[in-house]
Structure formats: C-alpha cells, structure tokens
C-alpha cells in the first residue's frame, strides 16, 4: 500500500529540487511504484541476507543515528566574527610552492633512504645556491601535477595541508623564505612561502565554515567516546 501521505510527502521533496520544470505527480507515483516493486524483487531474491548490502544497509543506520542523536547539538553551533578571527590569526590561509619527492605508502625503508637523497641533493645543488629561481627547481626537478606551474599550490587554508607541511610553511613567517627538507605523509618537501592572506582579505564565510566544522568533530569524537566507554571494546591488531 502507497498512502496519499507517503505519496505527497516524495512529491514535495521532488518538487524542490525542480524548481524551474517540477516533476508531475502522475511521475513521482510511477516512481515511488517502481521503487516498491524493486525492493519486493530484492526481498525474493533475499539480498537483504547478503554480506556486502547488510554492510551499506549498517553505514545508513550509523548516518541516521549520528544525525538523530548530534543534529540539535550541530543547529546550536554558532560563530562570532571575534571567534573566527582569533582562529584565524593562529592558522591563516597561505600560498605555498613546494619540491616534491613522493614516498608512496609501502615504501621500504631503503627506498624512502633513496628519495631523501634525491631531495636532499636538489636542496644543496640548485636551490641553495639559488643560480636557478624556485618555480624553475620545482619544474625541473619536483614530482606531482604541480611541477609544471613552478610547484604552486595556490591559497590553502590548514584544513586542506598535510599538518607537518601547514607548521612548517606558517612557521617561515616571511613571504619568499624557503624551508629546508620536510617530510609529510606523502614525501619529502621543500616549501616556499609565498604570501599569508590577511584577514581584511579572506572568505570570512568560509573560515567560520571550518570552525563549525572543527566543533562538529569535537562534538562527534565525545560522543562517541562516551559510546564506547559504556562499550565492550577489545583491540588486537597483531
């Protein structure tokens, strides 16, 4: 059975994602009954029993309960311009350029030796020196999709850095200063700094954007911790 109440409930949900041509009814109820019959054809087929759909079928129930239980907790978080200038006076966004050198994952011990070498040899023989300019080190010399701009990774606010390399490019300070080796989790670098945008300058939107972000997860790991005290939880991953 398909109630009129279910039926207008999808309608009105449809309709908002149409605003400029809105789906007929007539469309919506064919829709809701070719949904219906393919969950009646997954039942006979007994799906539901199956590993691999019981295991999407638990990632929607962990969603829904997340947002059942931290939606309230998330509507009530709210940002003040003194807030987000504060948390941005302490990780603000900056332009970088880097050298790179990858350590892909399940790289030896040997291997990450190699391309430390690699990078190291680039610091002493051409950025040191400084006889070639960075962008043309970086285009010569740098691995990734980056190298053929000159290394440029444009602005990136901290949450969108590896944080070793975000410490280490916020900790030259100076626009134009170049690092020495650092490594992150995706390899070796050379960072130059390019500029740190003020707070006069930057999406103001979008840093408070990020702080929601950083409380929602504060919000989440103490909810979850206190899960998983009142849990029985054994770990053993030898």
Same mark, same amino acid.
């Given at each position: ?79 003040? +311009?003194?807030?987000?200038?504060? $948390? ?44 070639? !300019? ?6 010569? $010399? ?16 901290? +949450? ?18 170049? !690092? ?39 919000? $989440?790991?103490?909810?979850?911790? +206190? ?12």
């Amino acid at each position: 059975m398909i109630s009129k109440e279910y039926f207008e409930k999808r309608y009105l949900e449809n309709a908002k994602f149409f605003q400029l041509k809105p789906p007929t009814r007539e469309s919506v109820l064919d829709d809701i009954i070719k949904r219906e019959l393919g969950i009646q054809a997954a039942l006979k087929l007994g799906l539901e029993k199956d590993p691999e759909i019981q295991d999407r079928m638990n990632t929607v129930l962990y969603h829904a309960y997340l947002e059942k239980k931290l939606a309230k907790q998330f509507e009530g978080i709210h940002i003040e +311009d003194a807030e987000a200038r504060a $948390f941005y006076e302490k990780s603000p966004e900056i332009r970088t350029s880097h050298i790179f050198v990858s350590v892909p994952p399940g790289t030896t011990k040997e291997e990450e030796k190699k391309s430390y070498e690699k990078i190291k040899n680039i610091l002493d023989r051409y950025v040191k020196p400084g006889k070639m !300019s960075f962008s043309e080190v970086a285009q010569r $010399f740098s691995e990734g999709t980056v190298a053929a701009m000159g290394g440029d990774l444009d602005y990136q606010t901290s +949450d969108k850095l590896d944080p070793n390399f975000y410490r280490a490019a916020i900790g030259l300070k100076k626009p134009g200063t170049v !690092s020495g080796i650092v490594r992150s989790g995706f390899g070796f670098h050379i960072i130059r700094l390019t500029a740190i945008r003020s707070w006069a300058e930057v999406d103001r939107a979008k840093i408070k954007r990020l702080i929601i972000e950083e409380h929602k997860q504060k919000i $989440f790991e103490a909810h979850m911790a +206190d899960l998983r005290k009142r849990a029985q939880v054994s770990v053993n991953l030898k």
